[in-house]
């Protein structure tokens, strides 16, 4: 699950109810589980030990498509930085 707190109103959510879940099976899809390592790594994506590539990239700019629509938020909701290597969330996030 995740909670989401905009304008004083929190809400708790499952992958299934953001719209996260594999079409084809029950389980979260890609974006569901780049959104939970994002919490793991406090709020960043660098993929540590992976090479970067354009297919990282892409399932990056989903999830961030994905929470602006789900969340009503207009900017992405990660920045590039340079000193990472990688996106730092605008958000805080932790796992459970």
Not at 12 to 30: I, L, Q, S, V, W
Not at 46 to 75: D, M, Y
Not at 78 to 93: N, Q, Y
Request: aromatic share 10%; glycine share 10%.
């Amino acid at each position: 699950t995740i909670t989401i707190s905009i304008g004083g109103e929190t809400k708790t959510y499952t992958y299934a109810e953001m719209g996260m879940a594999d079409g084809r099976t029950p389980r979260p899809n890609e974006q569901w589980e780049l959104l939970r390592q994002c919490a793991l790594e406090g709020g960043q994506l660098t993929w540590k030990g992976v090479a970067p590539s354009r297919r990282n990239q892409k399932c990056r700019e989903r999830l961030g498509e994905h929470l602006r629509a789900f969340t009503g938020i207009e900017s992405d909701p990660f920045e590039f930085v340079k000193a990472i290597k990688g996106w730092k969330a605008h958000f805080t996030i932790e796992p459970d």
